[in-house]
C-alpha cells in the first residue's frame, strides 16, 4: 500500500506557484489589503502583466475604455478576479496532465477546472450569500490531489478500490480514505497549504466532497462549483446528468430547486465563453 507519509514528502515537491502569485493570494484574503499593494506587486511581474492587460481589455470588457496600465486594469477587474487570472496561469500546465489512474486523458482535469471556476464565478451573481473572494482559486484547485494521488495508484490499489467500491458499496472517496488514510480531497489541501495558499482556499479543497466538515461557506460554494463542472461537462459530452446535490449545502446557500435549475444553463454558457477564448480543451 501507499506510504502516507511518502505520499505528502512527494506533494511538496510538487512544482510551486509563482511567488508573486503566492503573494497576491495572500493579498486578496486580507479585507485591509490596499489597491496600491495588488498594483505594486503586479506590476513587477511582466508576464502577470501582460495577462492583466489582456485580460481588462478582452471580449468581458467590451463596452468600456481601453485600459493601458495595471492600475486601472485592478480596478476594472477586481483583486479576486486578478488573482483568479494568476493561479490559473501557473497551475494550467500542471492541471493539463493526463491523470490515468483516474480515467482523465490529457486536459480533461483542466477542462473540469475551469468549468468548476466558471460556476464559482456565477454563484457571486446567483447565490444570496457572501461569495469569497478565495472562492475561484478553491474552485480551480479543488482536485489538485488527484494529480498527485494518481501518481501512486498503481493497478493492484486501484483493484481493491474498486472492490471496495462494488463489494462495499463504498464512494471513490470512501474508499480512498480506507486503503490509503486519506482522500484527494485533503492531499490537495495538503498541496495548497505547501503553496501558501490561504487558509480558505485550503478549507474549500480539503472539505469539497463533504463541506459540512469545514464549517465554511466557501466549502459548500466549492462544493457546488465541482457539482455544476459534472454537469456543464455531461453537457460537452453529450451525456444525461443526474446529480444529487446536498440538500444541506442548498439551505447554507439559500438555493431553491428553481436556482440550481438556472444556474446550469448560466454557468455553462459561460464556460463556452472562457473556453473559446483560453482555448480550454
Known amino acids: 500500500m501507499i506510504d502516507l507519509a511518502h505520499l505528502i514528502e512527494q506533494a511538496n515537491d510538487l512544482a510551486p506557484l509563482p511567488a508573486s502569485t503566492v503573494r497576491l493570494a495572500e493579498l486578496a484574503s486580507n479585507p485591509e489589503c490596499h ?26 470588457y467590451a463596452q468600456a475604455a481601453p485600459v493601458a496600465n495595471v492600475q486601472e486594469a485592478v480596478s476594472r477587474m477586481g483583486t479576486a478576479h486578478v488573482l483568479s487570472l494568476a493561479v490559473a ?53 479543488h482536485d489538485i490531489g488527484k494529480l498527485m494521488m494518481g501518481r501512486f495508484l498503481t493497478a493492484e490499489i486501484l483493484g481493491y478500490i474498486r472492490r471496495a467500491q462494488e463489494v462495499d458499496h463504498l464512494s471513490q472517496l470512501d474508499a480512498e480514505t480506507l486503503l490509503l488514510n486519506v482522500h484527494h480531497g485533503e492531499l490537495g489541501g495538503l498541496i495548497a497549504q505547501h503553496w501558501k495558499l490561504p487558509p480558505r482556499v485550503v478549507l474549500g479543497i480539503t472539505h469539497h466532497h463533504h463541506p459540512e466538515q469545514g464549517l465554511d461557506v466557501i466549502c459548500d460554494l466549492t462544493y457546488l462549483a465541482n457539482q455544476v463542472a459534472k454537469h456543464i461537462e455531461a453537457g460537452l459530452d453529450g451525456q444525461p446528468c443526474v446529480l444529487s446535490f446536498d440538500p444541506g449545502v442548498a439551505e447554507r446557500l439559500g ?13 455553462a454558457t459561460r464556460y463556452a465563453q472562457v473556453s473559446r477564448r483560453y482555448d480550454v480543451v
Open 89 to 141: 496561469a501557473g497551475a494550467r500546465p500542471l492541471l493539463q496532465a493526463r491523470v490515468p489512474a483516474y480515467g482523465l486523458d490529457e486536459g480533461r482535469l483542466w477542462r473540469h477546472s475551469v468549468a468548476a471556476a466558471v460556476a464559482a464565478e456565477t454563484a457571486s451573481r446567483l447565490c444570496p450569500v457572501v461569495v469569497p473572494p478565495e472562492t475561484f482559486t478553491a474552485a480551480l484547485l
Open 255 to 267: 438555493m431553491t430547486v428553481q436556482t440550481l435549475e438556472n444556474f446550469y444553463p448560466i454557468a
Open 35 to 60: 489597491l496600491n499593494d495588488v498594483v505594486e506587486l503586479i506590476a513587477f511581474d511582466q508576464a502577470l502583466t501582460v495577462k492583466l492587460l489582456r485580460a481588462a481589455n478582452s471580449a468581458t
